[in-house]
Antibody
Framework: QVQVVESGGGLVKPGGSLRLSCAASGFIFSDYFMSWIRQVPGKGLEWISH????????NYADSVKGRFTISRDNAKNSVFLQMDSLRAEDTARYYC???????????WGQGTTVTVS | SYALTQPPSVSVAPEETARITCGGSDIGSKSVHWYQQKAGQAPVLVIYYDNHRPSGIPERLSGSNSGSTATLTISRVEAGDEADYYC???????????FGGGTKLTVL
């Protein structure tokens, strides 16, 4: 079935780094943009980054620009989020999502939790 | 930057109709998507392109979008509809996904 599964979350100290992974299956991965969206406990959803289907084009929220890097490996049906210079306010659950036409996030993973402390 | 405004909470009795609004500048010219997030779970797309339902989403959920307000309507509300609901658009000028702040639906 169509799904995405995140991994790589954990506890990291301020200033540290972490790399999240998202493995996709059940669809033609190279046809889709992919996004990372996060949610601070008890708060709303925040889009943080997306990658075009080829990986050529990427964009970031101001809150993470210059610190986070999105990349993808279409041969391995995976998208990644390299998070550097982590701050306490980056503590959140991070979701990977497939982005369909008109920017709808039509497939979500269960998320992976990042704690910066 | 583009912003979407939702009421923090909406309460409704079972079998009544819940309406959750999403305000934004000329939002009627954009495609609005809605997500349902139940406690402890990932968000799920429930309405896309203003008023289309993905397979498996009940007909009780519907959407509309005009002018400066998009609306998610849930008819004959059930206890299982209790969740947070988020509206979302793609802002072409910034090339970013924009979410509303979310609305907590409480079934009385």
């Amino acid at each position: 079935q169509v799904q995405v599964v995140e991994s790589g979350g954990g506890l990291v100290k301020p200033g540290g780094s972490l790399r999240l992974s998202c493995a996709a299956s059940g669809f033609i991965f190279s046809d889709y943009f992919m996004s990372w969206i996060r949610q601070v406990p008890g708060k709303g959803l925040e889009w943080i980054s997306h990658s075009s289907n080829s990986g050529t084009y990427t964009n970031y929220a101001d809150s993470v620009k210059g610190r986070f890097t999105i990349s993808r490996d279409n041969a391995k049906n995976s998208v990644f989020l390299q998070m550097d210079s982590l701050r306490a306010e980056d503590t959140a659950r991070y979701y990977c999502a497939r982005v369909g036409a008109d920017g709808k996030a039509d497939v979500w993973g269960q998320g992976t939790t990042v704690t910066v402390s | 930057s583009y912003a979407l405004t939702q009421p923090p909470s909406v309460s409704v009795a079972p079998e009544e109709t819940a309406r959750i609004t999403c305000g934004g500048s000329d939002i009627g010219s954009k495609s609005v998507h809605w997500y349902q997030q139940k406690a402890g779970q990932a968000p799920v797309l429930v309405i896309y392109y203003d008023n289309h339902r993905p397979s498996g989403i009940p007909e009780r959920l519907s959407g509309s979008n005009s002018g400066s307000t998009a609306t998610l309507t849930i008819s004959r509300v059930e206890a299982g509809d209790e969740a947070d609901y988020y509206c979302q658009v793609w802002d072409g000028s910034s090339d970013r996904m924009i979410f509303g702040g979310g609305t907590k639906l409480t079934v009385l």
